[in-house]
């Protein structure tokens, strides 16, 4: 008898075990999808960036003087090396978090790093999305209108325009990945109160 009830302790252990692992497969699924409710748009968007890089890089002979090909050299970088930074720093922050793997203490600490990096980012946004247009404003103009901006002030009125328009898809970008960091943040709560895995 003894044996009989070792033995079926034995699989309920197991089967428990094999609960709490598809629980955390399951888990780490829907973080990936909500993971990807970021990274995908981040993708999209650096796409775009290194396509409008291509086309300053491209017609950079368009230029004409030294101040609007520095300025379009300037764009070039920055359409490049922020996409990049943003793609790098993404693709860290997804992989960091291994619901499967990790223990649930290791999961909170890591998703506490993501979401004070997601703080700092927000801040560094509005920056970022303002100060673009100055620097894309002139090769752009150069290129598309053959509008020098430093010698033809014309164009400027149109900037305050241009700055609401980053200024809202700014606020409205970040308050969708906020969205789903919450919602990533929710999903971690629960593991802990359905599972107890403190």
Request: charged share 20%; hydrophobic share 45%.
């Amino acid at each position: 008898m003894k044996s009989i009830w070792s033995d079926m302790s034995d699989q309920v252990d197991n089967n428990q075990q094999l609960t709490d692992e598809n629980i955390r497969r399951m888990i780490q699924e829907q973080y990936k999808q909500k993971a990807n409710r970021i990274i995908i748009p981040e993708i999209i968007g650096s796409l775009i960036c290194f396509g409008f890089a291509g086309i300053f890089l491209f017609n950079f002979n368009q230029l004409g003087d030294w101040m609007n090909m520095g300025a379009g050299a300037l764009a070039i970088i920055f359409l490049i090396s922020l996409p990049l930074f943003s793609l790098v720093k993404m693709n860290r922050w997804s992989r960091k978090i291994n619901i499967t793997e990790n223990t649930y203490q290791q999961t909170i600490v890591d998703f506490t790093k993501v979401k004070r990096n997601f703080a700092k980012m927000k801040r560094y946004s509005y920056g970022l999305g303002i100060g673009s247009i100055f620097i894309i404003l002139p090769p752009m103009a150069k290129i598309w209108k053959d509008v020098n901006v430093f010698t033809n002030p014309d164009i400027w009125y149109k900037v305050p325009f241009g700055l609401l328009g980053i200024i809202v898809f700014v606020f409205l970008t970040m308050r969708f990945y906020g969205s789903s960091i919450h919602q990533i943040d929710e999903m971690l709560q629960d593991l802990e109160e359905d599972n107890g895995m403190v």
